[in-house]
């Protein structure tokens, strides 16, 4: 009998700034009874690494990368890791990548994307981001990295709400649903959420790709918040696309605006197939295939959204236009 092929091992990134919560989290994980065993993989800033030190003690093994930029080195160390980790996998079911405070999430996640051993032996389950409700507003006034940890979340973690009031908490999440209008958001005090809630959730996963909605930002009740630099672009259209069209579109839109480009992921209605389209880029690395076929009587649609820095909304929206077939 031949031995059966292993599934992906499930990665999840949890990300989010500095006092967010994100050790809390992690160590909720790692301590509650859910029969699960998971390897960590703390991202520390600096040479010298304390976060490992206030990571519980559990049965867990703990993995430090001690360079704080986290660019090709860091890179480099996930993948030497992710590789050592493989070689004994029977010892865990799920990976947990806690990114420092002070990162821009998408060289993480691109590894899962790009590395081709990797991309064979895991399967990115969602960027986690924790934010404080607190000090969220601060942070992304003087913070690049706080913007970008909520424009690559598949999921929001919505933290310290007891701190807020019920005005302060309802203007930063809209304040957060203008960087990224698609990630679910879940409120918790001191991270005390059910676990099914966030981890093995499918989220950056194609096949259960969230059924985005536009109408997230339209609420008519638009808070101008100007110094908010990235920011989101739905499209959406009842017509069929153009597949050729549609292909080098993006291709081009990722090669030329590619590092304003954060986040992109969308479902289409290309013509002369049956099936919906699903893709999503993270800057230029793009992914898709086509999805489960339309159900029968099912309104066809063609959806993108676009989250990032110097969207030209009337420019995506000619070259979208211009896709219909």
Request: proline share 3%; charged share 30%.
């Amino acid at each position: 009998m031949s031995s059966p092929v292993s599934a992906p091992v499930p990665v999840t990134v949890l990300t989010g700034y500095l006092g967010a919560g994100k050790t809390t989290l992690l160590n909720r994980i790692l301590t509650e009874q859910h029969g699960k065993r998971y390897a960590v993989i703390v991202n520390e800033f600096g040479e010298i690494g304390i976060d490992n030190d206030l990571v519980v003690d559990t049965d867990e093994e703990v993995f430090e990368m001690n360079n704080g930029c986290i660019c090709c080195t860091v890179r480099g160390d996930l993948i030497r890791i992710l590789g050592g980790l493989m070689k004994r996998k029977e010892k865990f079911d799920a990976i947990l990548v806690e990114t420092t405070g002070l990162a821009d999430p998408s060289p993480v996640v691109q590894t899962f994307l790009v590395d081709d051993d990797v991309k064979a032996r895991t399967r990115l389950d969602s960027v986690t981001t924790v934010i404080d409700a607190k000090h969220i507003l601060q942070r992304l006034k003087d913070s690049k990295e706080a913007h970008e940890q909520v424009a690559f979340a598949d999921q929001l973690i919505l933290n310290k709400t007891d701190l807020v009031s019920k005005e302060e908490l309802a203007r930063v999440e809209r304040v957060i649903r203008q960087i990224n209008p698609i990630a679910p958001i879940h409120y918790t005090q001191r991270c005390a959420i059910e676990l099914d809630k966030v981890l093995d959730r499918g989220a950056f996963d194609l096949s259960r790709a969230l059924e985005l909605e536009p109408h997230l930002l339209d609420d008519g009740e638009h808070d101008h918040e100007h110094e908010i630099d990235i920011h989101s672009v739905s499209l959406s259209t009842s017509q069929p696309l153009d597949a050729n069209r549609v292909t080098s579109w993006l291709q081009g839109l990722l090669q030329q605006k590619g590092q304003d480009i954060l986040r992109m992921k969308g479902i289409l209605d290309i013509r002369g197939r049956d099936e919906r389209l699903v893709f999503q880029a993270v800057h230029m690395v793009m992914e898709g295939d086509f999805q489960r076929p339309w159900k029968e009587g099912e309104k066809r649609f063609s959806r993108i959204v676009f989250i990032g820095r110097n969207l030209d909304e009337a420019e995506l929206q000619a070259g979208f236009a211009a896709c219909v077939a």
